[in-house]
């Protein structure tokens, strides 16, 4: 059974950089076909799409986002990171790490981990 | 970039009636990368129909997709306590390779 799980700071300061990592289980993150995803939502709101990486490292940013991401992979601790820089208030939101599948839905997903933006 | 608008914004109806739920995409889309979730509150999705019309694994039989092109549509043919939740369709485009999804369609007990 694949599990993914986020990490890292619930509170982050307004301009700084907002940092998060998604822990794989069952899967190997370096096994084709797949695409480590992360997704947020913000309070009330629906799905946004923030970017995706290959186990080749290539990667996949949302444009609206592009400017302030990065988006790694480590396949020895079989992980995956997001790294928003200069959030704001705007950035407050749950965000997901998910699989997006060979046939380009995302079947797994973390249980979402909240990030505020507050000084 | 393409732009996936659901209908109705929210669906009220009753348990054991029959519920529609529209995808409608600014653009001609794969149905091989359109995907429907279920998330409800607390929760995170659930993938439940990828390819327009296939069952995820451990779907049950009421839930249906279908459509092409810019139309697409969920059915969940009689309605379960369990299944009032928001409703998200996504595509997926492969040049460049990005997702989008609907803005959600709340469906709740009438």
């Known amino acids: 059974q694949v599990q993914l799980q986020e990490s890292g700071p619930g509170l982050v300061k307004p301009s700084q950089t907002l940092s998060l990592t998604c822990t794989v289980s069952?899967?190997?993150?370096?096994?084709?076909?797949?695409?480590w995803s992360w997704i947020r939502q913000h309070p009330g709101k629906g799905l946004e799409w923030i970017g995706h990486i290959y186990y080749s490292g290539s990667t996949y940013y949302n444009p609206s986002l592009k400017s302030r991401l990065n988006i790694s992979i480590d396949t020895s601790q079989n992980q995956f990171s997001l790294k928003l820089s200069s959030v704001t208030a705007a950035d407050t939101a749950v965000y997901y790490c998910a699989r997006l599948s060979m046939i380009r839905a995302f079947d797994y997903w973390g249980q979402g981990s909240l990030v505020t933006v507050s000084s | 970039e393409i732009v996936l608008t659901q209908s109705p914004g929210t669906l009220s109806l009753s348990p054991g009636e029959r519920a529609t739920l529209s995808c409608r995409a600014s653009q001609s889309v794969s149905s091989t990368y359109l995907a429907w979730y279920q998330q409800k509150p607390g929760l995170a999705p659930r993938l439940l129909i990828y390819g327009a019309s296939s069952r995820a694994t451990g779907i049950p039989d009421r839930f249906s997709g279908r459509g092409s092109g810019t139309d697409f549509t969920l059915t969940i043919s009689r309605l379960e306590p369990e299944d009032f939740a928001v409703y998200y369709c996504q595509q997926y485009g492969s040049s460049p390779p990005r997702s989008t999804f609907g803005q959600g369609t709340k469906l709740e007990i009438k």
């Open positions: 069952g899967d190997s993150i370096s096994s084709g076909g797949y695409h």
